[in-house]
C-alpha cells in the first residue's frame, strides 16, 4: 500500500505570495492533519480534517488554511507569506477506527525569501 | 528577532548497545501516546504506540514504558544499530482539544546517534 505523498517536495516563494500544498493520504485513511515542523518551534498541529470537515484546528493566523476533498486528498494554503513561514509542512493521515495511528508524508520543504 | 533552533538533546551509544529514549508528557489527561523516528530529509514514521491503560508495550527491538504517576515515557531499542541514528519525538493526544481524537502534541526530540 502508497504511504502519504505530499507535492511538491520542495518549494521557494517570496514574502507575500501564497502558496498551496498538497496531500494524497493511504487508501483508506480518511482523516488529514497538517503539521508545521520549524528549528525553533518543533513540530506543531495546524489542523485536522475529516470527511472534507476541519475538526480540530491549531493556534496559527488565519493566513493558514486548508481543505479536504471527497476523496480524502488535502490541500493546504499559506497567504500573504511571511518569512517565518519558512519551514517543513508534514501530512498526516489515519483511518476512521484507528485516528491516533497518524502516518506521516514526506513534507514540502518550503523556503520564504 | 532572531530565532533560536531548538536545542535538542543528544543521545550518542556505540553500535549492540541499547539505548533508553525519555520523554516528559504535559496533560495528565492525555490517554495515547506514540514515538516516531525522523531520519533527515524525511517525515516522522511511526515506531510504537502505547495507551494509558497499559504500562509497557514491546515491539521488534524496541520497548516503550509509560509511567503515568510522573508523566513519563521512555523508548528502549535494544542492539541499537546505525540505522536507528534519527531524532527520536514522543507524542501525546490531547483529547481536550476537542472532537474524538483531538491532536497529536509532540515532544521537542532526541536525536541517537550511533557509532559504529
Known amino acids: 500500500k502508497a504511504g502519504v505523498t505530499q507535492t511538491p517536495r520542495y518549494l521557494i516563494k517570496t514574502r507575500g505570495q501564497q502558496v498551496t500544498l498538497s496531500c494524497s493520504p493511504i487508501?483508506?485513511?480518511?482523516?488529514v492533519s497538517w503539521y508545521q515542523q520549524t528549528p525553533g518551534q518543533g513540530l506543531q498541529f495546524l489542523f485536522e480534517y475529516f470527511s472534507e470537515t476541519q475538526r480540530n484546528k491549531g493556534n496559527f493566523p488565519g493566513r493558514f488554511s486548508g481543505r479536504q476533498f471527497s476523496n480524502s486528498r488535502s490541500e493546504m494554503n499559506v497567504s500573504t507569506l511571511e518569512l517565518g513561514d519558512s519551514a517543513l509542512y508534514l501530512c498526516?493521515?489515519?483511518?476512521?477506527?484507528?485516528?491516533?495511528?497518524?502516518?506521516f508524508g514526506p513534507g514540502t520543504r518550503l523556503l520564504v525569501l | 528577532g532572531e530565532s533560536v533552533g531548538l536545542h535538542l538533546p543528544t543521545l550518542s551509544v556505540q553500535e549492540g548497545d541499547n539505548s533508553i529514549i525519555n520523554c516528559a508528557y504535559s496533560?495528565?489527561?492525555?490517554?495515547?501516546f506514540i514515538w516516531y523516528k525522523q531520519e533527515s530529509g524525511k517525515g516522522p514514521q511511526f515506531i510504537i504506540d502505547i495507551r494509558s491503560n497499559m504500562d509497557k508495550r514491546q515491539g521488534q527491538r524496541v520497548t516503550v514504558l509509560l509511567n503515568k504517576t510522573v508523566k513519563h515515557l521512555s523508548l528502549q531499542i535494544a542492539a541499537t544499530q546505525p540505522g536507528d541514528s534519527a531524532v527520536y519525538f514522543c507524542?501525546?493526544?490531547?483529547?481536550?482539544?476537542?472532537?474524538?481524537?483531538?491532536?497529536?502534541?509532540f515532544g521537542k526530540g532526541t536525536k541517537l546517534s550511533v557509532k559504529p
Open positions: 496533560n495528565s489527561a492525555s490517554d495515547y
Open positions: 487508501s483508506g485513511h480518511r482523516s
Open positions: 507524542a501525546e493526544n490531547n483529547r481536550n482539544y476537542g472532537g474524538s481524537q483531538g491532536n497529536l502534541i
Open positions: 498526516a493521515s489515519s483511518w476512521l477506527d484507528r485516528q491516533e495511528t497518524q502516518y
